[in-house]
């Protein structure tokens, strides 16, 4: 099992933005080796969750663990996962995202949803997630259509965030 970590991109990489298209037959042996590599740099990170996207590879792949630090680690791995019902209700909760680094604000989202995907094995599975893990499974499947977490903010708030983390990231390549 390959657990090289990989590159995460950073905000404003434009693949950041491309939809990610369906993993189809012909793609599992691509697919099991891109996941736990993904596993392995989001624990690195550290983070919560990944979406392929953001390591550069244009598949329907997500990979995320919301087990406590005290808990086992739980890795969840999607393939093609795609939310089918969501409630009226909504709920907010602070996210952040690897991808745009010490970057974190308040995103309403639906407070639950329901939601199907493969696994590795290709069976096909259904689940409802609230909380943590909603917010979670929400973010990373924002990720697969070329949606980040700032897309959710007001004009004002996104570029207040983003202004901040070109600042940021700009000051390190300096100190670099």
């Known amino acids: 099992m390959n657990d090289e970590k990989l590159p995460i991109l950073l905000v404003p990489d434009t693949r950041l ?3 990610a298209r369906l993993i189809a037959p012909g793609d599992e ?3 099991r080796a891109l996941a736990p590599r993904m596993l392995a740099t989001m ?3 550290p983070g919560i969750g990944l979406a392929a996207p953001q390591v550069g590879s244009n598949l329907r792949l997500i990979v995320l663990d919301v087990a406590g630090k005290e ?3 739980a890795p969840m791995i999607l393939v093609n996962p795609e939310i089918t019902a969501a409630t009226k209700e909504m709920a907010i909760r602070e996210e952040g995202c690897l991808s745009l680094p010490g970057q974190y604000a308040d995103v309403e989202r639906p ?3 329901k939601l ?3 696994e ?3 069976s096909k599975r259904e689940m409802e997630a609230e909380g943590l893990l909603g917010v979670c499974l929400q973010h990373e499947i924002d990720h697969l259509n070329g949606v980040l977490f700032v897309d959710h903010l007001s004009a004002l708030k996104r570029n207040m965030l983003l202004r901040k983390l070109a600042k940021e990231l700009k000051a390190k390549t300096r100190d670099d």
Do not use: S, T
């Open 120 to 122: 590795l094995d290709g």
């Open 29 to 31: 042996d691509a697919v």
């Open 116 to 118: 199907r995907w493969q």
């Open 111 to 113: 407070a639950r949803i």
């Open 43 to 45: 624990y690195a990170a």
């Open 17 to 19: 933005r491309q939809k």
């Open 71 to 73: 808990e086992p680690p």
